[in-house]
């Protein structure tokens, strides 16, 4: 069974672009033509784009690397949240900061600032916090959290980038693309598939086009989990014999109590 079938595709409106008189004529390779004034989108190669990016994500993290979801306009940021925690990977969906990727390192500064901030709410009194100090820490916190908190374990680069509309994302994309991070996203008829190393032509609008798509991004992210899980417990059976000799040795030497 594939990835997804053309009626999902269809029933999600994914082959729905925007009217002819907005597109991006980088993006004719990806139409099938035109209806009443808008244009269709090539769904036989977008089913064909989502095995590859499938393919791609799983065996992503089937490595070890992580999945980056970003995707901050208002009718997509409930959608990313929740796919991106399914598969517990990161997101942001509410402001992209500059240097989010190519600054990586201040913003883990800014992270490790609102963990310890957080810590010290814990116990206030213990810290000698006064009311006001307390009320101006909770303010710097729900700031913080509010652009943080999707990547607030992300202790590394990811290993690629999930992107829902490259027009409004388009310093993540090019942060991305600076760093030879390789950049999925979901292209309609308006878009620049420039830099894109997976490109998803669909509708990047419509609800139930985002949540599909999304949604078999996070499928994927969860099978390839679960693989590198596999790979790890397969390889632990089968480690040498000689481990466990020398941790019995150790233990023989160790004086009884």
Same mark, same amino acid.
């Given at each position: 069974?594939?990835?997804?079938?053309?009626?999902?595709?269809?029933?999600?409106?994914?082959?729905?672009?925007?009217? *002819?008189?907005?597109?991006?004529?980088?993006?004719?390779?990806?139409?099938?033509?035109?209806?009443?004034?808008?244009?269709?989108?090539?769904? &036989?190669?977008?089913?064909?784009?989502?095995?590859? *990016?499938?393919?791609?994500?799983?065996?992503?993290?089937?490595?070890?690397?992580?999945?980056?979801?970003?995707?901050?306009?208002? &009718?997509?940021?409930?959608?990313?949240?929740?796919?991106?925690?399914?598969?517990?990977?990161?997101?942001?969906?509410?402001?992209?900061?500059?240097?989010?990727?190519?600054?990586?390192? *201040?913003?883990?500064?800014?992270?490790?600032?609102?963990?310890?901030?957080?810590?010290?709410?814990?116990?206030?009194?213990?810290?000698?916090?006064?009311?006001?100090? $307390?009320?101006?820490?909770?303010? =710097?916190?729900?700031?913080?959290?509010?652009?943080?908190? +999707?990547?607030?374990?992300?202790?590394?680069?990811?290993?690629?980038?999930?992107?829902?509309?490259?027009?409004?994302?388009?310093?993540?994309?090019?942060?991305?693309?600076?760093?030879?991070?390789?950049?999925?996203?979901?292209?309609?008829?308006?878009?620049?598939?420039?830099?894109?190393?997976?490109? $998803?032509?669909?509708?990047? =609008?419509? $609800?139930?086009? $985002?949540?599909?798509?999304?949604?078999?991004?996070? =499928?994927?992210?969860?099978?390839?989990?679960?693989?590198?899980?596999?790979?790890?417990? %397969?390889?632990?059976? *089968?480690?040498?014999?000689?481990?466990?000799?020398?941790? %019995?040795?150790?233990?023989? +030497?160790?004086?009884?109590?």
């Amino acid at each position: 069974m594939g990835v997804v079938s053309i009626k999902e595709l269809l029933e999600a409106g994914v082959h729905f672009g925007h009217q *002819t008189n907005r597109w991006n004529p980088k993006m004719k390779k990806f139409l099938f033509g035109e209806r009443n004034g808008i244009y269709i989108i090539d769904l &036989q190669q977008t089913l064909t784009r989502m095995e590859q *990016t499938y393919a791609f994500v799983r065996d992503t993290v089937a490595a070890g690397e992580s999945v980056l979801f970003v995707g901050t306009k208002r &009718q997509a940021a409930e959608i990313l949240e929740e796919e991106a925690k399914r598969a517990n990977m990161f997101f942001v969906n509410q402001r992209w900061l500059g240097g989010m990727l190519t600054n990586f390192q *201040t913003i883990r500064r800014s992270i490790d600032k609102m963990k310890k901030m957080e810590a010290t709410l814990l116990n206030p009194s213990e810290h000698g916090l006064k009311k006001k100090e $307390i009320l101006l820490m909770q303010k =710097d916190i729900v700031k913080l959290q509010k652009y943080l908190s +999707g990547i607030k374990n992300m202790r590394s680069l990811p290993g690629a980038v999930f992107i829902l509309d490259t027009r409004i994302e388009k310093i993540a994309v090019q942060e991305a693309t600076r760093l030879d991070i390789p950049v999925i996203a979901i292209l309609d008829s308006n878009c620049d598939p420039d830099h894109i190393t997976y490109p $998803i032509p669909g509708n990047d =609008d419509a $609800i139930r086009s $985002i949540k599909l798509i999304t949604s078999k991004i996070a =499928d994927a992210c969860i099978e390839g989990m679960h693989l590198k899980t596999q790979r790890e417990e %397969a390889e632990f059976q *089968t480690a040498p014999a000689g481990g466990e000799k020398k941790s %019995a040795m150790r233990l023989e +030497g160790v004086p009884a109590s």
